[in-house]
C-alpha cells in the first residue's frame, strides 16, 4: 500500500532547470512537493506522506524515510529545501518528533548525494506571501497562484512543501545574482 499519495503524474521530459523537492516534515503527515525553474517555478507534483498512526514510531520513519528515497528516485530532485521549524513554538515533544522525520528527510536526501537547504517557516511564508505570519489556508493560496495552478494544492502540507521549493529556488536566485554582481 503505497503511502506517498501524488496529486499529479510523472516529470515529462528532462532539463538543465533546478528541480527541488520541498519537504514539510511530520510524523502524522509529511508533505512533499516538487518544483522546477529558473526564472518561474512550475509545478511538478505533490502529496503526503501519511504513516499509519498505529505504527510503532521507529516504523513510521522507516516509512517516511523509504518514500522520500523513493520520491527522489522518481522525480530525480537535483537539491532537496526541507522546512525547519522554530523549535520553541513547539511542544517538547512535537519539536523532537519533527525534529525525527526532518532527519530522516534529511537522510534520504544525503544518501542520494543531494544538497539539502533549511528554511524557516517565516522565511517561507515570506516567500510566497511577501508576510512572514500567513497562515496556511494564505500559503495554499499564494502557491496556487505562483504556480498558476487550476485547483489549491492538497493537502495543506503538500502546499507547505511546495512553498518551501519555492522559497528554495527564490533563495537560490539571489544568491546566483550576488555572487553574478560581485
Known sequence: MPYATPSTGLRTGASAEPVVLGID???R???WGIVRGDVRPGFE???AIKP???DRFEQRLLVIHEEIVRLIETYSPTEVAIEDPFVGALQPASALAIGQ???VAMLAAA???LTVELYAPTAVKAAVSGYGQGDKRQVQTMVRMLLALDAPPEPLDAADA???AICHLNSR???MLQAGHR
Do not use: I, Q, T
Open 25 to 27: 516534515p511530520g510524523m
Open 29 to 31: 503527515v509529511c508533505g
Open 45 to 47: 507534483a505533490c502529496g
Open 52 to 54: 499509519r498512526p498505529k
Open 101 to 103: 522525520a526532518r532527519a
Open 111 to 113: 544518501s542520494a548525494g
Open 162 to 164: 511546495l512553498a518551501v
Open 173 to 175: 536566485r539571489a544568491r
